[in-house]
Each structure stands twice: as structure tokens, then as C-alpha cells.
């Protein structure tokens, strides 16, 4: 932030090393402890945000100039547009040179606004610093030997990485190995009764953390029997995860107000499978989801599906009986098509039908097979895929970027006048560089003044 003006830049990481991502001044301790940073590449996905309205885009092709050396006009990597005879977009390093500094991001290519985007140069020598946003109207496009620093009253510069979570996996599938399952969040575990009853009640889960499930982009089933498993991750086909469960008779099992009755389609679904036919990806599919009885007519149009037969796509008779559906399905495409599991018949008492796949020897959905007590192990596990809440620097918040959600803070810094960085790092007033792990992009923030980027 300088003055009036502020910008904010994000982009694909450059480096690993969150040592590498701050002021990259003479001292090793701005380096990797070997050596001080020289990074001079190309950077994808390049977004920004500023107070000035032509300095606000995304997706573009960027560069930085990352180094406590001097640095001549030469545009050494080849950097689309920049000049050979000025400093721009695209110079030259003098490493191992001198000690003048470079800590430059920039955009290039596509159409619209081409050059710097935020410029913090001279900090090893204890001269005035040269700080910009945008390019130099009046002298070096890229601020090089503006000497400037000491026109700004507010000179702020943060230093931002959205990190990658660390997979997360329920340890009851963690030797199944499965890719998908990464991240999700555990909601329901129930042991399955042979012979359910869940009229009057919801199902005696083991876990049950529908009540602390808030925003989610996914939802996912296990199923367990005996020596065989299945695993079918989907996009989300409801906001409310106590319809996520067994669509039981009681209300218990819905919304509170109506029971549960969802027969939709479903997209990109994922499964994962010790049944090798049964391991795919990107499928379209659909649920049904209900505590009725049901018929076999194709309500809802689902292609390739029997009209005849209880299969991948039924019509609920809603609201009579109890008989209870909780199937999930795929369909279209080329490849497997049918059920991937179902647990029906789960409200009367009576023994239910559990399968894997399609019913090879009667109805393909398992309806009417009442084969639950054909099993020892009757597993069903259902989990999410929460979305993070956004979270934001509480010192950019109110510039509303939305751009900064899931950022973190590595390093800030109120720029002196007359950096000397010859023989410390910055006084950085937050260095959490040494607690951040795995990070996907990277992003700056400068203010001057009452402007920023």
C-alpha cells in the first residue's frame, strides 16, 4: 500500500520455499541459507486487483524479477513486449553484481494493461527505495532509479500463499486407498441391521455429525459386505445434510418437516471399488432417495433404463407404503451402467436388500431380494467434501478481493524509506515463513498511500 493506492497480485507458485517468496535481499536469510534468491521466470494465472480501475484482470501471463543484485535494461529471458533499452518488463540480472535489488512482478501478453504491476527496488544499500504500482508514467516504466520511497506516507507490503490442504482420509478407508476419498468429512457410520426398522426412528448411527456440517460441494458413500467395498463420491444433490442419510419414514430423517424424497441426477461421479468393473470416474448418475414404496416404471426419464424392471430408474409412490429406496446409480456414457449399491427395505421390520453393482440373479436395483442376512459385515459410511469458509487478511478485508479468500499470511512489512538489507532480512513486522508447509500460489499486496495493489 502506498498513499492512496493499493494493488493486490496473485499467481501460480514460482518456488517451493516460502524463504524465497519475501524481499529478496543480498542476506541469506532472504535465500534459501545457501544462497540469496535470484528468481527470474515466467508465472501463470496471473490475477489483480487495485484501487486503480485498468489494473483489475485475471487469468493473465505474468513475470517476476526477484533479486538483490544490479540489473541492466536487457530483456534476457525474452519477455513478449519489453524493450532492450529500458527497464522494464523485461531486464537483465548483473548477478553476482552489485547490490541494487529487484523485487518486481509483472503481466504480459493477451490484450489490455501490459507491464509492471508493483515495483520495490534499491533495498540493500541504505538509499532511498524506489516503489511504484502500475508503470512509471514520468521515468522507468518498471520505477527503477525513481528514488521515491520518501514520497509515500504509508508504505505496506504483505506477502500472501493459499495453502494446499493435507489430505485427510477416514482411518476406516485409509487402507483402501482411495484417491477420491481425500478430504472428506465423515457424517453418518451405521452398522446395518438385518432386519431394520426405522418407522418411527432414525437409524442408531455409530457417528453421526449431520448437526455440525455446514457448506459442502460433495457427498460420498462406503459400503461394506462382507469381503466386498464400494466407494461413490457425487456433487452435492442437496444443501442439508440430514437428507443425506437412510431416507427413513421419520422425520427424523428429512428436513424436520417432510421426509426425505430425492430422485434427481447427479453429476461427476466417482467410484472406487474392490470389484474391478466397478472403478470409474466422471460419470453422470442419479439418486433415489426415498422411505416409499416404488414401482418400476422410468419416472424420470433416466437413459437406457426398463420400464419393466427395478432398476436404475423407478418411480417413487410417494406418499404411500414403506417399503424405502437408497439407491445410487450411473448412467449414460460407455462403460458400467446401472446400480452402484442399494439398501432397500428399511422401515418394516422385515429383512432388507443390501447390494454391490447390479443384482446379477433377480431385480438389477436389489429390490425384493431380502438378502440382508446373507452378509456378517453390513457397512455404510457417508461423508462430504466441505467447502472452506473464505478467509481473509482482517487488514484487506474491507478492500473486498475476492480473490484473497483461503490466503494466508507469510510476511509483513512497513517499507522504510532507505532500506539496507545488505547484511539482515527485513524487519518484518509477521514472519510465519517458517510454519508454512505446502502452498499453491502465491500473492503480494503493496499500498501506497491511500492507493493499493
Request: include cysteine; aromatic fraction near 8%.
Given at each position: 500500500e502506498?498513499?492512496?493506492h493499493w494493488i493486490w497480485v496473485s499467481m501460480d507458485k514460482f518456488t517451493n520455499d516460502a524463504r524465497q517468496i519475501?524481499?529478496?535481499?543480498?542476506?541469506?536469510?532472504?535465500?534459501?541459507?545457501?544462497?540469496?534468491?535470484?528468481?527470474?521466470?515466467?508465472?501463470?494465472?496471473?490475477?489483480?486487483?487495485?484501487?486503480?480501475?485498468?489494473?483489475?484482470?485475471?487469468?493473465?501471463?505474468?513475470?517476476?524479477e526477484f533479486w538483490p543484485y544490479n540489473y541492466s535494461p536487457g530483456n534476457a529471458i525474452g519477455i513478449p513486449g519489453a524493450s532492450g533499452g529500458?527497464?522494464?518488463?523485461?531486464?537483465?540480472?548483473?548477478?553476482?553484481?552489485?547490490?541494487?535489488?529487484?523485487?518486481?512482478?509483472?503481466?504480459?501478453g493477451g490484450t489490455g494493461y501490459t507491464g509492471t504491476v508493483f515495483a520495490f527496488n534499491r533495498f540493500n544499500d541504505g538509499a532511498v527505495a524506489d516503489l511504484g504500482i502500475g508503470n512509471n508514467p514520468n521515468g522507468q516504466p518498471d520505477w527503477s532509479i525513481a528514488s521515491n520511497a520518501n514520497a509515500f506516507t504509508v508504505r505496506n507490503l504483505k506477502v500472501f500463499v493459499l495453502p494446499t490442504p493435507p489430505p485427510q482420509v477416514d482411518p476406516y478407508i485409509a487402507d483402501k486407498n482411495i484417491q477420491d476419498a481425500d478430504g472428506f468429512q465423515l457424517v453418518y457410520a451405521l452398522d446395518i441391521p438385518t432386519n431394520p426398522n426405522y418407522r418411527a426412528a432414525k437409524p442408531d448411527y455409530s457417528v453421526d455429525n449431520s448437526q455440525s456440517v455446514s457448506s459442502f460441494s460433495r457427498i460420498a458413500y462406503y459400503m461394506e459386505l462382507d469381503n466386498h467395498w464400494i466407494w461413490v463420491s457425487m456433487d452435492k444433490f442437496t444443501n442439508d445434510a440430514r437428507q443425506i442419510g437412510v431416507p427413513c419414514l421419520s422425520l427424523q430423517c428429512g428436513n424436520g418437516v417432510f421426509p426425505t424424497l430425492i430422485q434427481q441426477v447427479v453429476a461427476n461421479v466417482n467410484v472406487a471399488s474392490s470389484i474391478g468393473m466397478l472403478n470409474f470416474s466422471g460419470r453422470a448418475g442419479n439418486v433415489e432417495f426415498w422411505p416409499y414404496n416404488y414401482s418400476p416404471g422410468n419416472a424420470i426419464g433416466i437413459p437406457g433404463a426398463s420400464g419393466g424392471t427395478f432398476d436404475f430408474g423407478d418411480t417413487c409412490?410417494?406418499?404411500n407404503g414403506s417399503f424405502g429406496s437408497m439407491q445410487v446409480h450411473v448412467h449414460g456414457g460407455t462403460g458400467y451402467t446401472g446400480t452402484v449399491f442399494a439398501f432397500n427395505r428399511f422401515n418394516d421390520g422385515a429383512v432388507a436388500d443390501l447390494g454391490i453393482g447390479n443384482n446379477p440373479n433377480g431385480q438389477p436395483d436389489?429390490?425384493?431380494?431380502?438378502?440382508?442376512?446373507?452378509?456378517?459385515?453390513?457397512?455404510?459410511?457417508?461423508?462430504?467434501?466441505?467447502?472452506?469458509?473464505?478467509?481473509?487478511?482482517?487488514?484487506?478485508a474491507d478492500k473486498n478481493i475476492q480473490d484473497a479468500d483461503g490466503f494466508q499470511l507469510v510476511y509483513a512489512l512497513d517499507i522504510p524509506t532507505n532500506p539496507n538489507y545488505r547484511a539482515a532480512k527485513p524487519d518484518y513486522s509477521v514472519d510465519n515463513s517458517q510454519s508454512v508447509s505446502s502452498f499453491s500460489r502465491i500473492a503480494y499486496y503493496m499500498e501506497l498511500d491511500n492507493h493499493w495493489i
Open positions: 502506498l498513499d492512496n519475501g524481499v529478496p535481499c543480498l542476506s541469506l536469510q532472504c535465500g534459501n541459507g545457501v544462497f540469496p534468491t535470484l528468481i527470474q521466470q515466467v508465472v501463470a494465472n496471473v490475477n489483480v486487483a487495485s484501487s486503480i480501475g485498468m489494473l483489475n484482470f485475471s487469468g493473465r501471463a505474468g513475470n517476476v529500458t527497464f522494464d518488463f523485461g531486464d537483465t540480472c548483473d548477478s553476482p553484481n552489485g547490490s541494487f535489488g529487484s523485487m518486481q512482478v509483472h503481466v504480459h409412490d410417494s406418499p436389489w429390490s425384493i431380494a431380502s438378502n440382508a442376512n446373507a452378509f456378517t459385515v453390513r457397512n455404510l459410511k457417508v461423508f462430504v467434501l466441505p467447502t472452506p469458509p473464505p478467509q481473509v487478511d482482517p487488514y484487506i
